[in-house]
């Protein structure tokens, strides 16, 4: 199985990470990975935004688990230190899926270095917040924006295994 085969096979979602730091470079490569992913018409309309400040991060963490209903003290990062939140114009008509192609190639970078990863909803919710939108503009981010998904990392403090393929979900025409 060649590398790429054997990251997608193998990637699995980690709800479970240690606090130490990720290395600043490790986490640009990973954005940059995003910055590569198609995107319609090549446009490149997705941006991204990386937290490691832990304030901030612990923000982005209330306001999802708000969105999300979950009670107080629950993190939906998992105690990840690093959100990675991507976002489009919101008048882009392929937000979606360009959004999410960007985080499925972070998600693959990720895995590379051995890093823990996982896709968390709610990111559309956070930052239609006052809250969010603020976040947005710390980080100099103007606009209107539609937030695709958050993607978090960090290392990992379990090893989750691969639930079986369900049978009849590919077909082929010959």
């Given at each position: 199985?060649?590398?790429?085969?054997?990251?997608?096979?193998?990637?699995?979602?980690?709800?479970?990470?240690?606090?130490?730091?990720?290395?600043?470079?490790?986490?640009?490569?990973?954005?940059?990975a995003g910055l590569y992913a198609p995107s319609g018409m090549g446009y490149q309309k997705p941006v991204i935004?990386?937290?490691?400040?832990?304030?901030?991060?612990?923000?982005?963490?209330?306001?999802?688990?708000?969105?999300?209903?979950?009670?107080?003290?629950?993190?939906?990062?998992?105690?990840?230190?690093?959100?990675?939140?991507?976002?489009?114009?919101?008048?882009?008509?392929?937000?979606?899926?360009?959004?999410?192609?960007?985080?499925?190639?972070?998600?693959?970078?990720?895995?590379?270095?051995?890093?823990?990863?996982?896709w968390i909803h709610r990111a559309k919710e956070a930052y239609e917040t006052e809250e969010g939108k603020e976040?947005?503009?710390?980080?100099?981010?103007?606009?209107?924006?539609?937030?695709?998904?958050?993607?978090?990392?960090?290392?990992?403090?379990?090893?989750?295994?691969?639930?079986?393929?369900?049978?009849?979900?590919?077909?082929?025409?010959?």
């Amino acid at each position: 199985m060649n590398e790429v085969m054997d990251a997608l096979v193998n990637r699995r979602s980690v709800r479970k990470y240690k606090a130490e730091a990720v290395p600043e470079e490790l986490v640009k490569e990973i954005v940059e990975a995003g910055l590569y992913a198609p995107s319609g018409m090549g446009y490149q309309k997705p941006v991204i935004l990386a937290v490691t400040d832990k304030e901030t991060r612990d923000e982005l963490s209330d306001l999802n688990r708000k969105a999300g209903g979950w009670k107080e003290g629950f993190d939906p990062f998992y105690g990840a230190p690093v959100v990675i939140s991507v976002l489009t114009p919101k008048d882009w008509d392929q937000g979606v899926e360009d959004g999410s192609l960007a985080i499925g190639q972070m998600l693959l970078a990720a895995h590379a270095p051995g890093l823990g990863r996982c896709w968390i909803h709610r990111a559309k919710e956070a930052y239609e917040t006052e809250e969010g939108k603020e976040i947005l503009k710390k980080a100099g981010l103007e606009g209107e924006y539609l937030g695709i998904g958050n993607l978090v990392i960090g290392y990992a403090d379990q090893t989750p295994k691969a639930a079986p393929r369900k049978a009849g979900r590919a077909f082929f025409i010959k």
